[in-house]
């Protein structure tokens, strides 16, 4: 019964996500808030939302491990296996895409979070530090596409924010904005007592459920999302995504939720996942900087290592 409360709290937070989203961006549309400023900030955090709510009723909860976990298993899944396994069915042309700087900025925030958890605790100093580095990359990021425009990209050429319908009614942004409120805290409460009872019953620490099902959870949406672009050969944006996905997971998610309740950093994480984080994001370089494409072999690659280090971890 707690797989089935489990998946259903999952589906919850998935789909107030999206109508959060959707609400969200077409209020800010119709307040007058800049399509750009829009993408960079509002579906930013959207998109995050059901990972955020997560982990911060891990906090409130007592299970922190989850919270953590929840992070560092995402990021180390929208690597391997969110860029891996549409490789398999189709190359991601990923070289059409330059995040080099993206990139470096994501290394930057990887290395700050490690060095956090080192502390043995991601309290609100903590917090204060993350946040910080993700509004000076939030920042910069809307003075670059500014500049971007400036430089000749036309109002037609941007990019419609995701959930962006501008014939969207007043009442449908409201029933939108309120499922998406009500049904976030009702998903992560679900999903959260399923797992808690989950680790007690298979004798498994809150950071593996956190490492396994919570974060394997949240990052199918990026899964389905890039599948169907790789088999509609439109994946070029991919690698772009992840990284960007990855730098709100460590900056914003646990950066709010250190202003929750202290978060202890598992002793686990600093010997082991946390170090298989980075080295899955190192494993980019080819694909960032020498513009290849995640082909095949690649897709087997990256998707062997992931079911590897799922087998390591249930395993300890």
């Not at 906090?59 to 969110?82: D, E, F, Q, R, W």
């Not at 709010?256 to 190192?282: K, Q």
Request: hydrophobic letters at 55%; proline letters at 4%.
């Amino acid at each position: 019964m707690e797989w089935l409360f489990a998946g259903l709290g999952l589906v919850i937070l998935l789909l107030a996500g999206d109508a959060l989203v959707r609400g969200a961006v077409n209020l800010a549309l119709r307040l007058g808030i800049p399509a750009l400023i829009v993408s960079l900030t509002i579906v930013a955090f959207g998109t995050s939302a059901p990972e955020l709510l997560i982990s911060i009723q891990a906090v409130l909860k007592g299970v922190p491990g989850i919270a953590i976990g929840n992070v560092v298993g995402s990021n180390t899944a929208n690597i391997l296996l969110v860029l891996g396994f549409p490789a398999i069915l189709a190359v991601l042309h990923t070289s059409a895409c330059d995040t080099r700087k993206s990139y470096r900025q994501m290394i930057v925030a990887s290395v700050i979070f490690i060095a956090l958890a080192f502390r043995g605790v991601f309290d609100w100093i903590s917090g204060v530090i993350l946040l910080t580095v993700l509004f000076y990359i939030l920042s910069h990021a809307v003075l670059d596409a500014k500049a971007h425009r400036k430089n000749g990209c036309s109002d037609a050429e941007v990019e419609e924010p995701e959930g962006a319908d501008p014939d969207m009614p007043w009442w449908k942004i409201v029933i939108f904005l309120v499922l998406g409120l009500i049904g976030l805290p009702l998903g992560a409460d679900l999903l959260i007592d399923s797992a808690e009872v989950l680790a007690r019953r298979y004798g498994v620490s809150e950071s593996v459920i956190g490492l396994t099902l919570v974060a394997l959870g949240t990052s199918l949406p990026e899964l389905a999302t890039t599948t169907m672009a790789a088999l509609r050969r439109q994946a070029d944006v991919a690698i772009g995504n992840v990284i960007g996905s990855n730098m709100f997971n460590l900056l914003a998610i646990i950066g709010i939720a250190s202003f929750v309740g202290p978060l202890p950093v598992d002793p686990e994480f600093l010997y082991f996942d946390l170090w298989v984080m980075l080295g899955a994001s190192v494993l980019l370089v080819p694909f960032v900087y020498f513009r290849r494409d995640i082909n095949r072999v690649w897709g087997i690659a990256l998707t062997v290592l992931y079911v590897s280090y799922i087998l390591c971890v249930l395993s300890f």
